[in-house]
């Protein structure tokens, strides 16, 4: 409702106000006065939540007990919302079948940990001539976890360097589920 910064109380300066109760019942457009005094009658504040209607609309409430309840929504929000890291793996051209398992494996963690991965190939000195084999590489790593990720970001070419960005492909957290149940 009200913004960061909505003014109260003594801070509202406008001749009239559209006024609204504790209840949400509608009491009209009354003097900024007697809304505030309406107000500090019931022990709560004035608070403008429309600062740009005409006239700016106000609320009776409890602020500083609104505030708290503003700030344990969004803490809530906050313990809600994952956080999508991107992991990245560097392979180079003459990568040998070993070093190939061994960064398969860890590009399967981070996917099953729900994280993006960007797979890199790297190239030094004269091997940019062969951006063929950076090619095929990238090309197996997409085929190898086609049952596990999709491709988000097709091969790319920068400079030395080429990549693919892969994202966890949603249906798999399911058959993991399905599997653990059986």
Known sequence: ????????NRQI?????????EDGEQVGVI?????MAMAQEKGLDLVEVAPNADPPV???MDYGKYKYEQQKKQQSARKKQ???QIKEIKFRPKTDEHDYQTKMKHIRRF??????VKVTIFFRGREIVHKD???????RV?????DEAKVEQSARSEGRTMFILLAPDKKQPEKKQQGANE
């Open 58 to 60: 106000c609320r009776i």
């Open 13 to 21: 300066r406008v001749p009239q106000v559209r006024v609204i109760a």
């Open 111 to 116: 996917l099953d940990g729900g994280d993006r």
């Open 31 to 35: 003097p900024t006065d007697q809304a």
């Open 142 to 146: 997409a085929e190898d976890l086609a």
């Open 133 to 139: 084999r950076g090619n095929m590489i990238l090309e």
């Open 1 to 8: 409702m009200a913004s960061k910064h909505a003014r109260t």
């Open 82 to 84: 994952s956080q999508v």
